[in-house]
């Protein structure tokens, strides 16, 4: 047991995570990295870069807390409505990260898996995200998972038409299908499903984030901007989570 201080709306009040109960997959959606560039008068693309370096201090955090699985939402299949300057920023700063960060999550055992269809990325973005994976997959710390151009529902009807493949090229039965074996099909189908979703800037909404996996996820929602999230909010969120009831439906015993 640990004793934390926390910096936001529990201000001044002691906070213990239990490290018994920390989440295995924490997924988080980060935003508000264009209003937090705004409210400083800033390009939007100063926002995404100071949301960078929040990236850096929670997959810090998480890989020191032992969770096992961090998946991070930063491109969605709707995101390419934004400005093509913007996008184009965001591509770069997504080539320079696995760049510059590598190293040191190689060294700190960390795998860089990605989901989402890459192959609409820039050939720079999907060289180094293939590179770090290959380079990283035999690695036995916390899975970083790169949510890029990744959406809920393309990916479960990229599953539905690889599904139908199989059914149709090896002879599977109809009755075969169930909530397992669809679930292989899916981009995250190594994972287990997400025990926290993590939104902060106000939203609270999925913005077709995991739409399969969350079923029984809990929710945490911050006001916070991505680049102004700390590691004692991310303590935060986890100490809220310890302190949910997850009953999946059934009752309290
Ligand atoms: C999140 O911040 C980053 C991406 C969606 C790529 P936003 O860019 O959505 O920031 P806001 O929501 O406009 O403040
Ligand atoms: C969700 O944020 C996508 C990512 C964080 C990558 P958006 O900013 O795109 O979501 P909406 O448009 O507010 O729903
Ligand atoms: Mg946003």
Redesign the pocket.
């Known amino acids: 047991m640990l004793n934390l201080f926390s910096s936001n709306k529990t201000e001044n009040e002691d906070i213990t995570l239990d490290f018994e109960k920390i989440p295995k997959h924490i997924a988080i ?3 508000g990295n264009g209003r937090w560039a705004q409210a400083r008068k800033l390009p939007r693309v100063m926002g995404h870069k100071a949301g960078v370096e929040t990236v850096r201090t929670v997959v810090k955090k998480c890989n020191s807390l032992g969770v096992k699985y961090l998946t991070l ?4 299949t ?2 390419w409505k934004r400005p093509k300057d913007e996008i184009n920023s965001l591509m770069k700063l997504l080539a320079q990260y696995l760049k510059s960060e590598f190293d040191e999550l190689n060294s700190n055992n960390v795998v860089i898996n990605h989901i989402g269809d890459i192959s609409k990325l820039p050939e720079i973005c999907q060289k180094e995200l293939i590179d770090a994976y290959e380079k990283t997959k035999n690695n036995t710390g916390l899975v970083l998972t790169l949510a890029i151009n990744y959406g809920g529902r393309d990916e479960i009807i990229y599953a539905v038409k690889r599904l139908y493949k199989d059914i149709s090229e090896k002879g599977m039965n109809i009755d075969d299908i169930d909530k397992d074996l669809f679930n292989n099909y899916l981009y995250t189908a190594e994972m287990p499903d997400p025990d926290i979703i993590i939104r902060p800037s106000g ?1 609270q ?1 999925l ?1 077709n984030f995991l739409l399969w996996q969350c079923a029984y996820s809990e929710f945490w929602y911050s006001d916070i901007n991505w680049p102004d999230f700390t590691e004692k909010d991310l303590e935060m969120a986890i100490y809220d989570y310890q302190h949910r009831d997850r009953r999946f439906g059934g009752i309290k015993k």
């Open positions: 959606i980060m935003d939402y930063m491109f969605s709707e995101n939203e909404r913005s």
